[in-house]
Nanobody, 120 residues
């Protein structure tokens, strides 16, 4: 079974930095597209960063381009989100996501989330 566990959230001042980590198990990590999503209070969950498999290409939401970086360590089965120049609008619960496949269809797998609060 797929397991995703986020860590590294917390309170940070505007302009500060934070690094989220996601420890994974239960699937072929190197062959799996990994993403970070976030859900601000009262709003819908949205994708912020994607690390695709098998090519490893990345993609970012316009709101975080140039500030956030997704990376992965296939040996450790970890995916990271480095967040710089944080703004109050980045406040959200951040979720690690893995796209696995069963019977020819994609499956969404979610971590439980990590709270990131950007406030002075």
């Amino acid at each position: 079974q797929v397991q995703l566990v986020e860590s590294g959230g917390g309170l940070v001042q505007p302009g500060g930095s934070l690094r989220l980590s996601c420890l994974t198990s239960g699937f072929d990590f190197s062959m799996t597209t990994m993403s970070w999503y976030r859900q601000p209070p009262g709003k819908e969950r949205e994708s912020v960063a994607v690390s695709a498999a098998p090519g490893g290409s990345t993609n970012y939401a316009d709101s975080v381009k140039g500030r956030f970086t997704i990376s992965r360590d296939n040996r450790k089965r970890m995916v990271y989100l480095q967040m710089n120049s944080l703004k109050s609008e980045d406040t959200a619960v951040y979720y690690c996501h893995a796209q696995t496949w069963r019977n020819g269809a994609p499956r969404d797998n979610w971590g439980r989330g990590a709270q990131v609060t950007v406030s002075s």
